[in-house]
C-alpha cells in the first residue's frame, strides 16, 4: 500500500502460558486481599471496635449491697458497710512485678499472695480489673491515691461488706463471708460473680446465699491515656439483694450464750407451737468479720489449738449419744407397746445381769422398787435396761423414727447432721456383725450407737410437749425486699405426727415434771417456781478409762445434757442443753437451761422478780437460778446428779 510489508509473528504458546499464569496469580492474590478486607472490614468489623474503644473506655463492676438479716422483731443482726479495695487493670500495667513491689510495700502484703491473686485473674479480659487486696485501710487509700499517677493500671474500688451489729452474737447461726474460690466460679452454682466477690461460707449467710446476694450493677468510663477517668458514659445500677427475717429473739440468743460462759457445747430453744427456733447457740463464738479480711495469724492458730472447737457449729453438726434424755423414746415405746403401765415396778439393786454381762446404773447401791415416774425422776437405769431388753432394739428405733429422729430436720442450714438410729439390719450392714441384746440395753438408755444432734433434741422434747405433733424447725420467718415488703412467707410445717395416744404422752410427761419439781428429781436446778417446767437430764459417756488417780482429763469426760418444755400445763417452749465434757446433765445443763427458760419468760412476763446475785453457794443453785424451795413455803431436796 505505502510500499511497506507487515509480518505476522507466528504465536508462541509458551508464553501464551506464562502470562495466563502471571494473570491468574495476580487475580487471586487480588481475591485474597478482597477477601482479607472483607473479613476485617465486615465480619470482624464489631470486634475490632470493641478493642478500640477498650483502649479508652472501660466497665467498671459495681458491686451490690447483701440483704440485711434481722431478728423476729426486727433488731437488725448484720447490715452493710463501705469498704475499699486495690484491683489493677492488666492491660494498663506496663510492668506488673514492679507494680507488685511497691502495692506489697504500701500495704504491708507478702508479695506471693499479690502474685497469686493476679495469677488467678490471667484467664479474663485483659481490661477487666483483677482484686488484689481488700478491706484497705483509710492511710493505705490515701498513700494509693498520692501515688496513683505512678501506679499505671490501679482502681480503687467501694465495696460493700457485712456489719456484725452484735459483734460476736450468733456467730454460727449467722456465719461468715469469704472470697470465691476458683472451684466455685467454675460452678453452675456461681453463674455470673466475679473473681474478687464476697460469698457465704457458713450458716445463714452460705444457705441462703443466692437471696441475700443481689445482682452487681457496673459503670461504662471513658479514661486518658494515663487512666484518669474523664467521664460516665452510662451506667447501670446494683440491685440490693433481699433481706432475711429470722425466727431468733435477739435478746433470748444473747442470754442463752451467756448462761454457758467459759464452757462448750450448744443449746436450741424452740417454739413448740410453729417450729419456730428462737435461739440458737454454740459455744465458744468467734468473731465472723475477722473473715472478711486478713485473718490475723495469731488469731487463726488460737482458733485452732482451742480444745473446745470454736469453729465447729455444735447445734447443727453436734452429733452426741443423748444419754438418759433418750428414756423418753423408749418409755413412750414401752407404753404403746403394752409392755408397762403406770403401775409397772422394777426392782433396782445397782446393776441387771444379762447372759454373762452385768449392766450398772449410775446410782450404785440401787433405787429399790421403782414405777415409770420414779424411773424417770430418777433416771433409773435399770428400769429401762429391762424395758429395752422386752422392746428389742428396732421397736426402739421405729418410735424413734416416727419422732423424725435419725435424719436431718430440714433446718434450712447446710451441712445439717442427722444423727444415728442403729437396727439390726443397720450393724449388720455397717459392721458386718449380728445385733446382740446386750447392744439392746446401751441404745435404750441413749448409749452406744444412737447420736443426736441438739436440734432433734429439742425437737424430740417438743413433740412430747405437743402431744405428738412434730414440726418442722426453721429458722427464716420471711424474706423481705429492701422496703419491707414481704417476698415470701415461712408458714409452721408439721413433718409427722406419730400413732403414739395422749394417754402414753400424759404419763411420760407426769414423769418430766416429777424431774424438776418433785424432791429427789435429777432436774431440780431447772427450776422456775413462777412457772412449772418439765424436762429429763442426761449424762452420755465418752470413754470408760481414767488415769491412775481416778480422774478423767477434759476431752475424755462425759458430756451432759438437759431437755425441757414449759408451762407443764399450756406448753409454749422447748430448750435442749448439751455441755461437752460437763459430766453431769443434772449440775452442768440443768442449771443452763433453767437461765434460757427464765429468760424467756421474763421476756413473756411470768417471771418479774429481780434475779437473786446473793443465793449462798451451798445451796447447790448459781446465780440467775431459783432460790432455795425454803423460801418459796416449802421442801426440796436437791437433784442427784445422773452418772
Request: aromatic residues 8%; contains cysteine.
Amino acid at each position: 500500500m505505502n510500499g511497506k510489508a507487515y509480518i505476522r509473528q507466528p504465536n508462541d504458546p509458551r508464553k501464551q502460558r506464562q502470562i495466563i499464569i502471571l494473570s491468574c496469580f495476580v487475580a487471586a492474590l487480588f481475591f485474597l486481599l478482597l477477601t482479607r478486607l472483607w473479613y476485617l472490614q465486615i465480619v470482624k468489623a464489631e470486634d475490632f471496635q470493641n478493642k478500640s474503644e477498650s483502649n479508652r473506655l472501660r466497665l467498671v463492676p459495681v458491686a451490690a449491697s447483701r440483704g440485711t438479716i434481722f431478728d423476729r422483731n426486727g433488731t437488725v443482726l448484720v447490715s452493710n458497710r463501705p469498704s475499699f479495695s486495690v484491683a489493677v487493670i492488666p492491660q494498663e500495667v506496663k510492668d506488673r512485678d514492679a507494680l507488685l513491689d511497691q502495692l506489697s510495700a504500701y500495704l504491708d502484703i507478702d508479695r506471693a499472695e499479690l502474685l497469686e491473686k493476679w495469677e488467678k485473674g490471667k484467664g479474663r479480659a485483659r481490661y477487666h480489673p483483677i482484686v488484689l487486696a481488700s478491706g484497705i485501710t483509710r492511710d493505705q487509700l490515701e498513700l494509693l491515691e498520692e501515688k496513683r499517677l505512678w501506679l499505671p493500671g490501679l482502681e480503687i474500688e467501694i465495696k460493700p461488706v457485712r456489719q456484725y451489729e452484735a459483734g460476736v452474737l450468733a456467730s454460727h447461726l449467722l456465719g461468715y463471708l469469704g472470697e470465691v474460690s476458683d472451684d466455685e466460679l467454675k460452678s453452675e452454682a456461681y453463674a455470673g460473680y466475679n473473681s474478687g466477690d464476697y460469698i457465704g461460707k457458713s450458716g445463714i449467710e452460705r444457705s441462703w446465699e443466692r437471696v441475700l446476694h443481689g445482682k452487681d450493677g457496673g459503670r461504662q468510663i471513658e479514661v486518658d491515656a494515663r487512666g484518669r477517668i474523664l467521664r460516665t458514659l452510662s451506667e447501670t445500677p446494683p440491685t440490693v439483694g433481699s433481706s432475711l427475717v429470722l425466727t431468733i429473739d435477739a435478746e433470748l440468743q444473747k442470754r442463752t450464750e451467756q448462761s454457758f460462759g467459759e464452757q462448750a457445747g450448744a443449746a436450741v430453744v424452740m417454739d413448740v407451737n410453729t417450729g419456730d427456733i428462737l435461739a440458737f447457740a454454740s459455744n465458744p463464738d468467734f468473731d465472723p468479720a475477722l473473715f472478711t479480711g486478713r485473718m490475723p495469724p495469731e488469731k487463726w492458730k488460737e482458733y485452732l489449738e482451742d480444745k473446745r472447737h470454736p469453729l465447729e457449729n455444735k447445734a447443727l453438726k453436734g452429733q452426741y449419744p443423748p444419754g438418759s434424755t433418750f428414756k423418753i423414746i423408749t418409755a413412750l415405746a414401752g407404753l404403746e407397746e403394752g409392755l408397762i403401765d403406770e403401775k409397772t415396778s422394777v426392782v433396782c439393786r445397782g446393776t441387771y445381769t444379762l447372759g454373762a454381762s452385768k449392766f450398772g446404773c449410775w446410782e450404785r447401791k440401787g433405787h429399790g422398787t421403782v414405777n415409770l415416774r420414779r424411773a424417770l425422776k430418777e433416771s433409773c437405769d435399770v428400769y429401762f435396761y429391762q424395758l429395752g431388753e422386752r422392746l428389742g432394739i428396732n421397736k426402739i428405733a421405729a418410735y424413734a423414727r416416727a419422732l423424725g429422729i435419725g435424719s436431718p430436720m430440714g433446718v434450712g442450714l447446710d451441712n445439717e447432721k442427722g444423727g444415728l438410729i442403729p437396727t439390726s439390719e443397720w450393724k449388720e450392714k455397717r459392721h458386718k456383725k449380728k445385733w446382740l441384746q446386750g447392744d439392746t440395753l446401751p441404745a435404750a438408755i441413749g448409749q452406744g450407737y444412737v447420736l443426736m444432734t441438739p436440734i432433734q433434741l429439742a425437737s424430740m422434747i417438743a413433740t412430747v410437749a405437743t402431744d405428738g405433733v412434730v414440726y418442722r424447725p426453721h429458722l427464716v420467718k420471711r424474706i423481705i425486699d429492701q422496703d419491707g415488703r414481704a417476698l415470701q412467707e415461712f408458714k409452721p410445717e408439721v413433718i409427722a405426727r406419730p400413732r403414739i395416744s395422749a394417754r402414753s404422752f400424759r404419763l411420760v410427761k407426769e414423769g418430766l415434771s416429777a424431774v424438776v419439781n418433785d424432791p429427789g428429781g435429777t432436774g431440780a436446778r431447772a427450776r422456775l417456781y413462777q412457772v412449772q417446767v418439765a424436762g429429763k437430764t442426761g449424762t452420755s459417756q465418752v470413754v470408760k478409762l481414767r488415769d491412775n488417780k481416778g480422774g478423767i482429763p477434759y476431752q475424755y469426760r462425759d458430756h451432759a445434757l438437759f431437755v425441757a418444755f414449759a408451762p407443764y400445763d399450756k406448753p409454749e417452749v422447748a430448750v435442749a442443753v448439751v455441755i461437752e465434757h460437763g459430766e453431769h446433765g443434772g449440775s452442768a445443763a440443768a442449771p443452763i437451761a433453767g437461765n434460757i427458760l427464765r429468760a424467756y419468760f421474763e421476756g413473756k412476763g411470768p417471771i418479774r422478780k429481780p434475779v437473786r446475785k446473793d443465793v449462798p453457794s451451798e445451796t447447790g443453785e448459781q446465780a440467775g437460778q431459783e432460790p432455795p424451795a425454803s423460801e418459796q413455803g416449802g421442801s426440796v431436796s436437791q437433784g442427784q446428779q445422773e452418772q
